[in-house]
C-alpha cells in the first residue's frame, strides 16, 4: 500500500535559518503530493502541493518539488521564522482524491 | 465562505457516555472526510463520504462508531461507549469537485474520554 516517510523531529533551528525536511513516498501509480502545517491546538492548513512530477509547490517561502526517481518531496525554506514553529505532515494521494495517507508529522521549533 | 468549520472544538467526557460531533464542509464541496488524529502521530484517515452516500469505512472504525451526512452537507460522527482509547483529535475534510486531489481540514474536535 501506500505509504510516506518523513525524517523524526523535532527539528530546532535558529531563526533565518536554512530549513529541510525530507519526505519520501512509496506509491502505486502517480500521486499528488502535499505538505500540511498544524500550528498548536489547531487543524491542519494546506501549505503547499504538486501534481506531477518535476512540479514545484511553493508557498509563504517554502518550496518542495516532485522527485519521481527518487520518490522525494524534501520541505525547503531558505529562512526560518519563529512563526514557522508548527508540525508539517507531508501526505500523498492518488489522482481521484482517494487514499489520502500521511506521514507521521515533523516538529519545527524556531528559536528567536 | 470561512472554510470547513468542526464543533465542538473540545470535548471531555466519562468512560461510557457517548459523544458526536459535527463537520460543516466548504459550501458545495461534495466528499467528506473524517480522520483521527492521536497525539505524535499524523491523521489516520476513519470514512468518507460523497455527497449523503458513505463510500469508505477504515477498518479503525469499530462499531461504536457512526458517521452520517443526512443532507449531503454537514456530517455527524458519534461515539458510544467512549472508551479511554477513544481520546484523540477527530478531523473533517472535505474536498472540491474541482481540484479533487485537494483536502480542506477544519480545526478539529479534541476528544478526552476520562
Known amino acids: 500500500g501506500n505509504s510516506v516517510t518523513q525524517m523524526e523531529g523535532p527539528v530546532t533551528l535558529s531563526e533565518e535559518a536554512f530549513l529541510t525536511i525530507n519526505c519520501t513516498y512509496t506509491?502505486?501509480?502517480?500521486?499528488?503530493l502535499f505538505w500540511y502545517v498544524q500550528y498548536p491546538g489547531e487543524g491542519l492548513q494546506l501549505l503547499l502541493k504538486a501534481t506531477k512530477a518535476d512540479d514545484k509547490g511553493s508557498n509563504k517561502g517554502f518550496e518542495a518539488t516532485y522527485r519521481k526517481e527518487t520518490t522525494s518531496f524534501h520541505l525547503e525554506k531558505g529562512s526560518v521564522q519563529v512563526s514557522d514553529s508548527a508540525v508539517y505532515f507531508c501526505a500523498l494521494s492518488d489522482l481521484d482524491g482517494q487514499n489520502f495517507v500521511f506521514g507521521p508529522g515533523t516538529r519545527l521549533s524556531v528559536l528567536p | 465562505d470561512t472554510g470547513v468549520s468542526q464543533d465542538p472544538r473540545h470535548k471531555i467526557t466519562k468512560r461510557g457516555q457517548n459523544v458526536t460531533f459535527r463537520c460543516d464542509p466548504i459550501s458545495e464541496h461534495n466528499r467528506l472526510y473524517w480522520y483521527r488524529q492521536t497525539l505524535g502521530q499524523g491523521p489516520e484517515f476513519l470514512t468518507y463520504?460523497?455527497?449523503?452516500?458513505?463510500?469508505?469505512k477504515s477498518r479503525l472504525l469499530s462499531d461504536r462508531f457512526s458517521a452520517e451526512r443526512p443532507k449531503g452537507s454537514f456530517s455527524t460522527l458519534e461515539i458510544q461507549r467512549t472508551e479511554q482509547g477513544d481520546s484523540a483529535m477527530y478531523l473533517c475534510?472535505?474536498?472540491?469537485?474541482?481540484?479533487?486531489?485537494?483536502?480542506?481540514f477544519g480545526p478539529g474536535t479534541r476528544l478526552l474520554v476520562l
Open positions: 506509491a502505486t501509480g502517480y500521486p499528488s
Open positions: 475534510a472535505s474536498r472540491p469537485r474541482v481540484s479533487p486531489e485537494t483536502q480542506y
Open positions: 463520504f460523497q455527497n449523503e452516500a458513505q463510500l469508505e
